[in-house]
């Protein structure tokens, strides 16, 4: 089975302008969860999706968007560009149900904030 | 709010010691708790998990963790450590039955291993 992919894996951005962002969960998985991943901070969480509706949100400013597609894919929106913005972002998927807690993490999008 | 701390930010063992990974965390009741790992470039790898019952869990790779509430812990330990361990090494938290599955993390162990 296919692992969690994530596109594209690498971007370079100018402060300012946005970005998205795609991930495809396993197949089978109904729940996505993204995090952001930086030296300074770790990982952090953003929010997390289940059935294309948004369950839990993380400590960070509407700048961060997602959505979930009804095929469980996700998208993560990222507008108006700082460079604290620089990252990996992951992205993880899991069934749904107490299995929601067993994450399967992507390889991740590393995005670079000039 | 939950936290979790790993006070080992970088640890260096010989290849075929042994290794003990230390996490506390700090959480109103008995969360869910996990182990992931990361290797450079790569995304994180889920080694085991801990929702109740036995204290101690048994993972991938020949990882094990014990949970331990009275100390608030949750210690990954591999008896024999190979060259391909080095990696990044999180422990996670989750609420248990708050219906928020969002994952708290440490800030990681780096494990260097000598050959």
């Known amino acids: 089975k296919a692992g969690v992919t994530q596109t594209p894996r690498y971007l370079i951005k100018t402060r300012g302008q946005q970005v998205t962002l795609s991930c495809s969960p396993i197949?089978?998985?109904?729940?996505v969860s993204w995090y952001q991943q930086t030296p300074g901070q770790g990982l952090q969480f953003l929010f997390e999706y289940f059935s294309e509706t948004q369950r839990n949100k993380g400590n960070f400013p509407g700048r961060f968007s997602g959505r979930q597609f009804s095929n469980s894919r996700s998208e993560m929106n990222v507008s108006t560009l700082e460079l604290g913005d620089s990252a990996l972002y992951l992205c993880?998927?899991?069934?749904?149900?107490?299995?929601?807690?067993?994450?399967?993490f992507g390889p991740g999008t590393r995005l670079t904030v000039t | 709010a939950q936290s979790v701390t790993q006070p080992d930010i970088h640890i260096t063992v010989s290849e075929g010691a042994s290794l003990e990974l230390r996490c506390n965390y700090s959480y109103g009741a008995t969360p869910y708790l996990f182990w992931y790992v990361q290797s450079p470039g790569q995304g994180l790898q889920l080694l085991l998990k801990y929702f109740s019952g036995d204290t101690l869990v048994q993972g991938i790779k020949g990882f094990e963790a014990e949970f331990k509430r009275s100390q608030s812990s949750f210690n990954l330990r591999k008896p024999s450590v190979h060259w391909s361990d080095a990696a990044e090494y999180f422990c996670?938290?989750?609420?248990?039955?708050?219906?928020?599955?969002?994952?708290?993390f440490g800030k990681g162990t780096k494990l260097s291993v000598i050959p």
């Open positions: 197949s089978g998985h109904r729940s």
């Open positions: 996670a938290v989750a609420p248990s039955g708050a219906g928020s599955y969002q994952l708290t």
């Open positions: 993880a998927s899991s069934l749904g149900g107490q299995t929601a807690y067993e994450q399967y």
